[in-house]
């Protein structure tokens, strides 16, 4: 059997997907979240298709449909962006004036609700995107774990501010406020788990959202649809469906988006921030492109070097943001690490996404092997091969991870963000020849060097820090733990997200001053004692 037809030998029949992971129907969305009403949608919906497929009786592959969702245009955006200004009312809604420990129950209550949805939401994740059941199961915990992490960071800011200051005959009670309204956008490799990473904290921190989901991932969102209206005063979360081109940009156009939270390409970040017409007005909290390099020196711990940066490449098809997208390896030690990395990359057991110990899964894009295919012709073209057995084959949605080496500056692979099963090797003699990588590239979000001389790690470190926002030593390059401080430079991120940093991201500071008088002590001890302001107060939350 040649290697593409044991490939496509991986897609099942339907009833050999175990039961517990089964989609009993497609899933037909019907409704979009607009000012605390589900609307019954009529209008076009678009067919969500599976990267997974399904083998007929005939022997046919036909895409597995896990359901349909709307497809709304510019009017449904405009009436959402309409209800979350009226919610924000200007700042003098329900919402950004109530106090902390009240909005605080609210987003206990929705977890609530969302953590009985949890073995649905997890499957989706699974049929939409093709990630691991692991995995899916693991972003739903982690974004779960996220949210009480938020709730906890909030207390703790919350209860430093509860306190006045007195400097220089001021008094001062200084909090955090919200921005107005927030435009949510996530991306399809992490739909939930990034989405909410911005749009917990922006909620939490009294801001009205409009939120679209990512253009795969899309599903798994309507069990939420509820919780949101139910667990919300009206108005305050809003749902924009349909195409992105067509969707938002009347809401930036409208000048009404006080805050853009896009994890998503930096082409679109900069076409959308230029749409706003008073850009001092718009923030913006950007997760964007990456091409994170592993730097290999002549001292590293190959096996060591090996785990880790298979994990850094191919974790989720090499699907992450952070994922390391191009190894560079000192030329001493470049044939013994291609060897080992290929041999490891071989071990990778390529299935459908429920099968326990999976590692490579359906691509979600079904156009995608089509353009590794094109990054990969274009490196054997300029001299480099393809080192692992049947790299880069491909079957329908499934590719199997290439190894490719000797890769150089004249190939595409060495500055393209190719965020899939791609794993570009660059050997170098000269480390200032990785230094200069890092330094030209358009990116700046991490990097990882693998090496056991101090010295020589720490003189790598002094000029790579202020490259990128994480040197990893020793290990791959990664987002968690999630309380760590999160962004990048250049092209890869605007603003910094965190548990805590991501309250700050979405609020400004705001005081309430007074002279130091009788006259004002009074004046604010009545307001305190008689719990007259959900701002000027000095209560603590437990
Ligand atoms: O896609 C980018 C994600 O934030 C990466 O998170 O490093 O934990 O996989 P991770």
Not at 437 to 457: K, L, M, R
Request: overall charge negative; aromatic content about 8%; some cysteine.
């Amino acid at each position: 059997m040649k290697q593409i037809e044991r490939l496509a030998a991986l897609f099942p029949a339907r009833e050999s997907v175990p039961p517990a992971h089964r989609l009993e129907s497609p899933l037909h969305q019907r409704s979009i979240l607009i000012n605390g009403e589900l609307r019954d949608w009529e209008g076009p919906t678009h067919t969500v298709l599976s990267p997974v497929s399904f083998r007929d009786a005939d022997g046919r592959l036909l895409p597995v449909e896990v359901g349909s969702y709307p497809i709304t245009s510019a009017n449904e955006s405009l009436e959402a962006l309409q209800a979350a200004v009226g919610a924000y009312a200007a700042g003098t809604g329900q919402w950004p004036t109530m106090s902390v420990d009240q909005r605080i129950v609210h987003v206990q209550d929705f977890t609530r609700r969302i953590v009985e949805q949890r073995d649905l939401i997890v499957k989706l994740i699974m049929w939409e995107i093709g990630k691991s059941a692991a995995d899916s199961a693991k972003e739903f915990d982690r974004t779960i774990d996220y949210i009480r992490q938020t709730i906890d960071a909030l207390k703790e800011l919350d209860n430093n501010n509860s306190r006045f200051q007195m400097v220089e005959g001021t008094i001062a009670q200084i909090r955090r406020a919200p921005l107005g309204v927030v435009l949510c956008m996530g991306p399809y490799n992490y739909p939930l788990n990034e989405t909410f990473t911005t749009l917990i904290p922006a909620l939490i921190m009294g801001n009205v959202i409009l939120f679209k989901p990512p253009r795969f991932g899309t599903l798994l969102f309507a069990p939420i649809l509820q919780a949101f209206r139910d667990a919300f005063p009206p108005g305050v979360v809003n749902t924009v469906y349909g195409r992105g081109e067509e969707v938002v940009p009347p809401l930036m156009t409208s000048g009404q988006v006080n805050v853009l939270a896009l994890i998503g390409s930096s082409r679109v970040a900069d076409k959308l921030k230029k749409l706003h017409p008073k850009t001092n007005r718009l923030r913006a909290v950007l997760g964007l492109d990456a091409k994170n390099a592993a730097i290999i020196l002549p001292d590293a711990d190959i096996d060591l070097a090996v785990r880790e940066c298979v994990l850094g490449s191919l974790s989720f098809n090499g699907q992450r943001c952070t994922a390391l997208k191009l190894v560079m390896v000192h030329q001493s030690i470049a044939d013994a690490f291609v060897e080992k990395f290929c041999a490891a990359v071989s071990a990778l057991p390529v299935g459908m996404p429920w099968e326990p110990g999976v590692a490579i899964t359906p691509l979600p894009d079904r156009n995608k092997p089509g353009y590794l295919s094109e990054c990969v012709a274009d490196a054997l073209e300029k001299g480099a091969r393809v080192c692992n057995t049947d790299g880069g084959q491909s079957a329908e949605t499934l590719y199997v991870p290439a190894v490719v080496y000797p890769v150089d500056e004249t190939m595409r692979l060495f500055r393209e963000e190719q965020f899939g099963p791609i794993v570009p090797i660059v050997p170098f003699d000269d480390i200032d020849s990785a230094l200069s990588y890092v330094e030209n590239s358009d990116y700046g979000q991490q990097v990882s060097i693998f090496g056991s001389d101090a010295d020589t790690i720490a003189t790598l470190v002094d000029p790579l820090v202020n490259q990128v926002c994480r040197v990893n030593i020793n290990c791959q390059c990664q987002r968690g733990p999630d309380v760590f401080p999160f962004t990048g430079r250049k092209d890869s991120a605007e603003g910094t997200l965190s548990v805590s940093d991501a309250l700050r991201a979405f609020s400004v500071r705001t005081m309430v001053a007074a002279k130091d008088t009788a006259a004002s002590k009074a004046l604010l001890d009545d307001i305190v004692l008689g719990h007259k302001s959900s701002f000027v107060n000095t209560r603590f939350i437990f």
